[in-house]
């Protein structure tokens, strides 16, 4: 659906009556992830890509010391005074700016307030990084705001931290990283934990990449995610005991899974079960390793190859991982 510009203006001037040369435009993209699924936070590799639909926010300053939220995709208008900010259910979307605020006061990043405006185009809770891109669009606004000369990698960076710190969800980068680093025309690989990344040329002359809405919805505070989370954290605990060097289930090759699954197998684990952190931890360590060959493939142009290592993490997510949806 295209957007007229002349409706978000007039709905936003009715929010926040005033002058339209005292607002701000920003926009931040969404993201799709090709490969690497749940290796973000296991410090593996990911391959993304940014999306031209995302969130645009326009911001009016004020200097009342208030923050006051609303947007075309809640009819929820929420007004909170700068010292009081807090994480609050009933506030839904608005959770996620209020975050970003919050960590970049933290950081001594302040303005003295503004109303913000939000409208996006990404279908919410479809896995197309929503939230991220709204933590995104909030730190550029604060940032220019404050003339405080943010980096991308910062502002993608503490995103991260709102959604950990502030909203409760134990997120890993790769979402705020792609929505703040991507560009046109490429992919974004991305070792989750240096941060080092290329962009990698889309050479895929004849093929198109397809998004499917199925229309399941997502919720990653309402999830298995942070189970999942924990179950990685319980396997890398063991497998620590025997490899005290290792900083991430990722940093294990494939090469070295034999020795990794006979480790864990041996273990025991009052809270969770051992067969299952097997599964956990197989998948981390191949996709990672996938997203990491991936990028290769997706240079050199090999997309039936590319086509089937998606194929593989498919499997993987499905029988290890337990994340895909039965419809």
Not at 192 to 210: D, E, I, K, P, R
Not at 285 to 293: L, Q, V, Y
């Amino acid at each position: 659906m295209s957007i007229r510009w002349s409706d978000i203006l007039e709905q936003t001037l009715t929010f926040s009556p005033g002058s339209k040369a005292d607002l701000r435009a920003f926009f931040a993209p969404g993201r799709v992830n090709l490969i690497g699924e749940h290796t973000d936070y296991n410090g593996g590799y990911v391959l993304l890509a940014a999306l031209s639909i995302g969130t645009w926010v326009l911001v009016r300053p004020r200097n009342d010391r208030r923050f006051r939220f609303a947007s075309t995709f809640s009819d929820l208008i929420v007004d909170v005074d700068r010292a009081q900010i807090s994480y609050d259910p009933a506030y839904e979307y608005a959770n996620y700016p209020l975050g970003v605020i919050d960590i970049l006061q933290r950081e001594g990043v302040e303005i003295e307030g503004a109303d913000f405006f939000f409208h996006g185009n990404l279908p919410i809770g479809a896995g197309l990084s929503s939230s991220a891109s709204v933590e995104v669009a909030t730190a550029a606004a604060v940032d220019a705001l404050a003339g405080a000369g943010l980096s991308k990698e910062k502002m993608a960076l503490l995103s991260q931290r709102a959604e950990n710190e502030f909203v409760g969800v134990n997120c890993g980068v790769m979402d705020q990283f792609a929505v703040a680093m991507g560009k046109a025309d490429a992919a974004l690989s991305l070792n989750c934990q240096t941060l080092a990344y290329q962009l990698v040329a889309m050479h895929a002359s004849g093929y198109q990449l397809v998004i499917a809405n199925t229309n399941v919805p997502r919720k990653l505070a309402g999830s298995k995610y942070n189970e999942r989370r924990a179950e990685c954290e319980a396997a890398l605990s063991i497998l620590r005991k025997e490899w005290p060097q290792l900083t991430a289930l990722a940093d294990i090759s494939p090469a070295q899974w034999p020795q990794a699954v006979a480790l864990l197998e041996q273990a025991k684990s009052a809270e969770h079960d051992i067969d299952v952190l097997v599964r956990r931890a197989r998948h981390v360590i191949f996709e990672s390793d996938r997203a990491r060959r991936a990028a290769d493939l997706l240079r050199n142009g090999d997309l039936q190859a590319f086509g089937e290592s998606m194929n593989e993490s498919h499997r993987s997510l499905r029988d290890d991982y337990e994340v895909t949806a039965k419809r």
